[in-house]
């Protein structure tokens, strides 16, 4: 078993072409030998904003704090709040932001990419 404490996880600016204000920490992955998920936690500062994406993957993300958007691949925008989750399948057109005054915080697991 293995135990972080996430406040001591490195946490690093996404550097992906189109991604605005945006950090991430890899709370569990592969460093901790973990073979099937990988659990992230990205922080969306005020104005900032994911790239518009897809993966070949599912995944699924809870919100922790603060308050945000997703964008769906119709344009159309969901408000996500803290305790708000959601599923996201593969290939689907998607795209994180923060049009608020406060930090926007959200876990996404994901199916290590390694595996």
């Known amino acids: 078993m293995i135990i972080r404490e996430n406040a001591k996880v490195k ?3 996404v550097q992906m072409e189109g991604a605005s204000n945006v950090t991430m920490k890899i709370l569990i992955g592969s460093d901790e030998n973990s073979k099937n998920i990988v659990m992230r936690q990205f922080k969306i500062l005020p104005g900032g904003h ?3 994406h897809t993966h070949d993957f599912e995944h699924v993300v809870k919100v922790v704090s ?6 769906d691949e119709n344009g ?3 408000e996500l709040n ?3 989750s959601v599923f996201v399948v593969p290939g689907e057109l998607h795209q994180f932001s923060n049009p608020n005054d406060e930090p926007f915080e959200f876990l996404c697991i994901i199916l290590n990419p390694a595996s």
């Open 50 to 52: 994911t790239p518009k």
């Open 76 to 78: 159309k925008l969901h």
């Open 11 to 13: 946490e690093i600016m």
């Open 66 to 71: 603060g308050k945000g958007q997703i964008e």
């Open 82 to 84: 803290a305790g708000n």
